[in-house]
């Protein structure tokens, strides 16, 4: 595969620019119940139904800390290649809000749980390192809706309380390609340490954009603006596109970027001023005094570690030695958990790399079109080894295959039976071919003449033939070595 | 039969339980005595029938192998009482009902008691005369121009005049003990995390710890034994094994170490406040025990300390009072904002408001390094002078305050030395340590006056062994007239 060379610079009149983006990303713990309550996280559920006394925070209650979210929190940490911080702090957050009850929302601040890490991305122009910052855990807030009355605001403090892990990322990404695919990447990383469902639309992964932008060349960063709270990557692509050229205007007329955080507009594809510096919020963060310091024991970590499933990156090695496949093919296999554990049953009863150009091709298209994912596939993965082993041992064309997939999508049945109910089964003796191929070319005696005569165009139409005759079933390869074969005698 | 309410918790206890009284006739007792002593001011809310009412349980069935079989107890309004109204002396939570019980409550209930009535406060537990009530100041039965201590005035007001046979209260910078050495009576601030915080109306959370109030020792020991106890609800209490300190009273403290700060000996202390100090030495050395001085060298920066870290936590903790999900609202304010500004305008008193303005400010960035930070800091050293102290020797003997009780209004103009008064108390619960107020004297007007030990981390079984020994040998006898009436 030949390698492309990193190109995304927006140009000025005057110069040319690379953008340096950063991120926050919130994900949404993957907990039975919040960070620290006892309620549900369940989503979709009635507005406060999933509300306890400490998520309201009535006089006197107190927050006790989820086992569960902490694991949930190391894992992803060591998933990130990232170091685990034997002791880390729950801090109060203060600031004054409708959907924030206790009036501060407990976060790590000085000392989070997790520390520096990476993460490793494909891009077409090669593999490129992502430097993690932190991970930290924090409760995210209520939800006020601005939409339901005319002069009411409405709290639902379902969410209240939930956890959350901040995913702080060095400032090393360089164009809005580079964020799909670590966006993409945590979030299969995530999913495969099944810590986080990843779901945007749900609102379980939303991020923070910090975007500046700089002359090609310059090392020392531009002032940067951050984009609060992008909830899918085509947004957060948009935002960076939008903010950058913003950036690079003020640049080029002599004007100042001021540091603050802005909004982005999804009706109208820009990013405004939320708040500057000067306005920004002071928090007053302090050690919440009802949570002890957590300390970690070691075991504990070392414990989780062993129980890690194997991860994209290693999976992705394990495909291109395993099975033979092409890197762009292992990745793509390995993207998600469930497709890999697809890919991997099938690859056990068939051929491995027929199996992989099948799966990638006809079946992601059938899926796609429907909208499933493929734990939702009409077609198991033993019938469809079933259909590649037809495939591989001739035993179908790959025409009559698609249209033994086609079937299959509809019935669910297993290929063999529709093969063979339906006669689809390929004319792979040899003997038969050539009586078939005989009889063809005697009806068609002046072709045979033009052909021999040169005009070898006429070799498909022999060929469309025999097709017609068998009802598409004639082996193709044979039936060429055949035809060439009775033409030249 | 004698007035049963001016005996101790647990003379009451075993006149219950050899039947010479019932509970409802004892609970009839008390409601008489509350009935008659409303100029104290001591009571929010009384739960008269439904004290009835669970006496005549009792009384129908009665379990006498509980630590307080039939007894009816008043609490300090700032626990959370299920169904019943719950102020912490505040007028943001006039109309507050709370619908689960504080551990601690439960705890008592758990062992036979049940609820007489809710004590008055200090709004949110900030003060030390109880006149920053909401609900109004209340009186000291000592006498009717003194105040009875704070936070928990209530408490030790209610306790002094038999109101209650004994209560509870919450110390965050002395709330138990000095009220108890204003009142004559006694007062424990447990080590942190021995009684679970959960369901306390919280004011500093690093430093608020219930305990008993009592009219003596032994009563003490049987308050502390029914209230404290590990809760998983709480990430800061002690998992630990449940003492009997009751049964374990020993008055025997022959070869026991008491230091004797030299620190606690302050500017303009009263000569009687020393005397009585003095007075405490000999009788401990009487009984056996060796008095060793000792230094504890940050004692004097424990009060600024203790004055940034308390309304930094404060200001945290009272954020979530905005009239939205409980408590007063107020009916101006033309917008949300306008709502919150007024609610808590009109919700909170003064002092409140001071201590939320001070531990706003003392968390702002650019002043945090300088006040909260370094606060902590010395809050670390001052544990250490105690931890290297508690190396040499068993407790430590203080008064508890450096007066007694004060006039009613003397000090609400000047909050410094309103908070001076604390002196001696506060760096026991920066340190995380229990300590015991005792009754021990009274001053030339004949008002009470206390002495404070000071014991290690979970230490309450000694320094109630001392206190214990001490009540004995001391010889004060409470003697209050009961003019109210």
């Known amino acids: 595969m030949s390698k492309e060379k990193f190109d995304y610079f927006i140009k000025g009149e005057k110069e040319k620019y690379e953008v340096v983006i950063g991120l926050e990303v919130h994900a949404q713990v993957l907990s039975k119940s919040k960070l620290f309550s006892g309620s549900s996280t369940k989503f979709g559920a009635d507005p406060n139904n999933q509300v306890s006394l400490i998520d309201s925070a009535f006089p006197g209650m107190l927050p006790v800390i989820n086992e569960e979210c902490i694991k949930q929190a190391v894992r992803t940490g060591l998933g990130l290649n990232a170091k685990i911080n034997n002791y880390s702090v729950f801090d109060r957050k203060n600031y004054f809000y409708a959907d924030l009850p206790q009036g501060y929302q407990i976060s790590q601040y000085k000392n989070p749980i997790v520390g520096e890490g990476k993460v490793l991305l494909d891009m077409p122009y090669g593999s490129k390192e992502i430097g993690i910052e932190r991970l930290h855990l924090e409760q995210d807030a209520g939800k006020s809706i601005h939409d339901m009355d005319p002069s009411n605001t409405y709290v639902d403090l379902n969410r209240s309380g939930i956890a959350l892990m901040e995913i702080v990322s060095k400032p090393d990404l360089r164009s809005p390609d580079e964020v799909n695919a670590y966006i993409k990447k945590l979030r299969s990383i995530m999913r495969y340490l099944g ?47 939008y903010e950058a050229a913003r950036q690079v205007e003020l640049i080029e007329n002599g004007k100042k970027i001021d540091q603050e955080t802005r909004l982005f507009d999804t009706k109208k594809n820009e990013t405004r001023s939320m708040r500057s510096k000067e306005d920004a919020h002071d928090y007053r963060y302090f050690p919440d005094p009802d949570l002890l310091p957590l300390k970690l024991e070691q075991k504990l970590i070392d414990d989780l570690k062993k129980s890690l499933p194997e991860l994209p990156d290693k999976k992705k ?8 496949l092409n890197a762009y093919e292992a990745n793509v296999l390995v993207s998600e958990k469930e497709i890999s554990d697809y890919y991997e049953e099938v690859a056990k009863l068939s051929d491995k790399k027929l199996a992989a150009t099948w799966m990638m091709g006809d079946l992601f298209a059938m ?52 093969i063979e109910s339906k006669g689809m089964k390929q004319q792979s003796d040899p003997k038969e071919l050539e009586k078939m191929i005989n009889e063809i070319l005697s009806k068609n005696k002046d072709k045979v003449d033009q052909y021999k005569a040169g005009k070898e165009k006429l070799f498909g139409f022999f060929v469309g033939q025999v097709m017609k005759l068998s009802g598409g079933k004639a082996n193709p390869q044979l039936t060429n070595e055949i035809l060439k074969k009775l033409l030249k005698g | ?58 009384d129908s069935k009665p379990n006498f192998d509980q630590l307080l079989p039939g007894i009816p107890l008043a609490v300090k309004d700032l626990f ?57 100041n209340v009186i000291n039965p000592v006498g009717d121009q003194l105040v009875p201590g704070g936070s928990s005035g209530g408490s030790s007001s209610a306790l002094a005049a038999d109101l209650t046979p004994a209560t509870i209260g919450t110390d965050t910078g002395g709330s138990i003990r000095q009220p108890a050495s204003f009142t004559g009576t006694v007062g424990l601030k447990p080590t942190y995390g021995l009684c679970s ?48 300190y009751s049964k374990n009273l020993k008055d025997n403290i022959k070869g026991l170490k008491i230091g004797i700060p030299k620190e606690y000996r302050v500017d303009n202390m009263p000569k009687e406040v020393d005397e009585l100090w003095e007075k405490g030495k000999k009788i401990l050395k009487d009984l056996g025990a060796q008095l060793i001085d000792i230094s504890l060298p940050h ?53 409140v ?75 026991v619960n920066l340190a995380g340590i229990p300590a015991l107020s005792l009754p021990a004297g009274v001053d030339n007007q004949g008002h009470p006056l206390g002495l404070q030990l000071i014991g290690k981390a979970l230490d309450e079984q000694k320094i109630l062994n001392i206190g214990y020994a001490f009540e004995k040998n001391c010889g004060f006898k409470n003697e209050i007239k009961k003019w109210w009436s």
């Open chain 1, 195 to 241: 810590t986080c469902d990843g779901n945007m639309q749900e609102g379980s992964l939303r991020a923070d954009v910090n975007v500046s932008v700089r002359k090609e060349g310059d090392k020392n960063f531009g002032t940067r603006c951050e984009i609060k709270n992008v909830n899918s990557i085509k947004f957060m692509q948009m935002a960076i596109e």
């Open chain 1, 317 to 324: 090695e394990r495909f291109v030695k395993e099975y033979g």
């Open chain 1, 367 to 418: 899926l796609n079109d429907r909208g499933l994912d493929i734990s939702k596939s009409p077609i198991s993965a033993k019938h469809f080894a079933e259909l590649v082993q037809a495939i591989k041992s001739g035993e179908i064309s790959g025409r009559i295959a698609k249209e033994v997939f086609e079937i299959m999508v509809e019935s669910g049945d297993n290929p063999k039976k529709i």
């Open chain 2, 1 to 58: 039969m004698a007035d049963i309410t001016n005996q101790s918790l647990n003379e009451i206890i075993e006149n219950v339980k050899t039947k010479k009284v019932s509970s409802t006739d004892l609970t009839k007792a008390y409601i008489k005595n509350i009935e008659s002593a409303k100029k104290l001011n001591a009571f929010v809310s009384t739960t008269f029938d439904q004290a009835l009412d669970k006496a005549k349980q009792f």
């Open chain 2, 80 to 136: 959370c009482t299920e169904n019943t109204k719950t102020t912490a002396g505040s007028n943001i939570l006039n109309n507050f009902i709370p619908s689960y019980e504080s551990t601690v409550t439960k705890n008592l209930w758990d062992n036979g008691s049940f609820l007489l009535g809710k004590l008055n406060c200090d709004e949110f537990a900030m003060g030390s005369s109880n006149e920053t009530s909401h609900y109004g």
């Open chain 2, 197 to 244: 915080r959960w369901g306390i109306v919280a004011f500093a959370s690093s430093l608020d710890q219930a305990g008993p109030m009592t009219k003596t020792i032994k009563d003490c020991a049987i308050m502390l034994e029914s209230m404290s106890g590990f809760d998983e609800k709480d990430s800061t209490s002690i998992n630990k094994k449940k003492e009997q």
């Open chain 2, 299 to 351: 004692t004097k920066y424990a009060l600024p300390t203790y004055y940034i870290v308390a309304p930094a936590e404060a200001s945290s903790n009272l954020a979530r009072y905005d009239g939205v999900r409980y408590g007063y609202r107020s009916k101006q304010g033309k917008d949300l904002i306008e709502m919150y500004e007024k609610t808590r305008s009109e919700g909170f008193g003064d002092e």
């Open chain 2, 353 to 427: 408001k001071r201590r939320i303005l001070i531990g706003t400010y003392v968390l702002s960035s650019g002043y945090y390094d300088a006040y909260y930070l370094k606060a902590q800091k010395v809050r670390q050293l001052i544990k250490k002078d105690f931890d290297d102290s508690f190396k040499k020797i068993d407790a430590i003997l203080t008064p508890s305050t450096p007066s007694s009780a004060f006039k009613i209004g003397e000090k609400t103009n000047d909050p410094v030395s309103m908070y001076l008064n604390d002196i001696f108390t506060v760096p």
